[in-house]
């Protein structure tokens, strides 16, 4: 089994105006494949001040929530890069971040979109999504 096939089924969500859009990360991670690595500065994710996980189709932030992703933070691997839209968001690999913060890192690796693919899903809730 390779690390793609080992890795949970999620998505990227983002609000638009013509209803929720999801990308399956998967296949972000198969079309960024050959994009060359380059280092980005902690300060430029924007999501590090935002609430990211607990936003569209999230769970609450309880306790048991954040434990939760406390957990995948510390089990996530920095030597994959992070995946960012074609304007620098975070489309993949939150966990990843907020580990290079917590580690003091001051940059992390990540490939980036000149131009983003078409989301998988549009105006699906995310709780109607297949995982």
């Known amino acids: 089994m390779n690390d793609l096939e080992a890795m ?6 983002r609000a638009s105006e ?3 859009k999801a990308w399956d990360v998967h296949r972000l991670i198969k079309l960024s494949a050959a ?3 380059i280092s980005v500065p902690l300060e ?14 999230g769970a609450a ?3 048991r929530a954040i434990s939760e992703h406390a ?3 510390q089990e996530t691997d ?24 917590m580690q003091g890192f001051a940059e992390i690796k990540a490939v980036q979109f000149s131009q983003d693919p078409e989301p998988d899903f549009i ?3 995310a709780d109607d999504l297949p995982y």
């Open 8 to 13: 949970r089924k999620q998505y990227h969500l």
């Open 18 to 20: 013509q209803g929720l």
């Open 35 to 37: 994009f060359a690595v």
């Open 44 to 57: 430029q994710i924007a999501e590090l001040d935002q609430s990211y996980w607990f936003d569209e189709g």
């Open 61 to 63: 932030p309880t306790c």
């Open 71 to 73: 957990k995948l933070i």
């Open 78 to 101: 920095l030597r994959f890069p992070i995946i960012l839209s074609q304007d620098g968001r975070v489309m993949d690999g939150m966990h990843r971040v907020a580990k290079a913060l």
């Open 123 to 125: 105006g699906i809730d």
